[in-house]
């Protein structure tokens, strides 16, 4: 239960960074699609790092290079989910993107989750 606190606090400060980068580019006048791709990008270090270490707590350079290939794969995933859904939501259901973010955000949180739980942090033989 503690994990999945500190993986909703990580949540949180990415989700505020991208949620404000998304919604200040697309009220700019940029494609929700463009929006989507540079909000991503820019919660995408801060989200490694923070969850490698306070949501999952793992120290030190052991497998970071490993863990960040696998939190990179699992951010691509992520963003491919995120895109089909704002074409869902958007695009075809007209929904303002605002009003779209937050049905995707459940969606691609639950994803981002197990994948980092299951697959990019999971250690083996008693190590986190």
Avoid: C
């Amino acid at each position: 239960m503690q994990r999945l606190m500190r993986f909703g606090l990580t949540g949180a400060l990415t989700t505020s960074i991208a949620f404000l980068v998304f919604v200040g580019l697309t009220h700019a006048g940029v494609h929700y699609e463009i929006a989507n791709a540079l909000a991503w990008a820019s919660a995408l270090i801060v989200g490694f790092v923070t969850n490698r270490r306070f949501t999952f707590q793992i120290e030190g350079a052991e497998n970071r290079r490993r863990d960040f290939a696998l939190y990179i794969t699992g951010a691509v995933l992520q963003l491919m989910l995120a895109m089909a859904g704002y074409a869902l939501l958007i695009g075809k259901w007209r929904l303002s993107p605002a009003v779209a973010f937050a049905p995707n955000l459940v969606m691609t949180t639950t994803f981002n989750f197990l994948f980092l739980r299951y697959v990019a942090f999971r250690r083996v033989g008693g190590q986190r």
